[in-house]
């Protein structure tokens, strides 16, 4: 993949991770008995739900362009950066086996980027 179309694949990954911190500011948000205006007018919510739209509509450009086995294990980075962040930015708990984990998922990404 080249430089500029791996750049995009990241923008799609960090979006995708930010999305998933603010689904739970939004849920932190909703009240147990919800009705539909806690749903409609929650700003998180909204925010979420266009950044997804607008990283799905990168991440479609991204597959028209980068083949699927070099493209899609970058997704795994997610698994990394949402603890991450969640634990930075929300102050949720970070644990030593999320970081084993994410550091495989690191290696098999690298390992499959590897594979042209």
Known sequence: M???????TLV??????????????AALLIPAHAGWRDWAFNGWL??????YGATTLLWIWVLRTAPLHLAYPFMGLAFVLVPVMGWMLLREPLHLQTLLGGALILAGITLAARAQ
């Not at 080249?2 to 995009?8: Q, R």
């Open 2 to 8: 080249t430089p500029a179309l791996t750049l995009m």
């Open 12 to 25: 799609c990954v960090v979006g995708i991770s930010l999305g998933q911190l603010l689904f739970k500011k």
């Open 46 to 51: 909204i925010t979420a739900l266009a950044l």
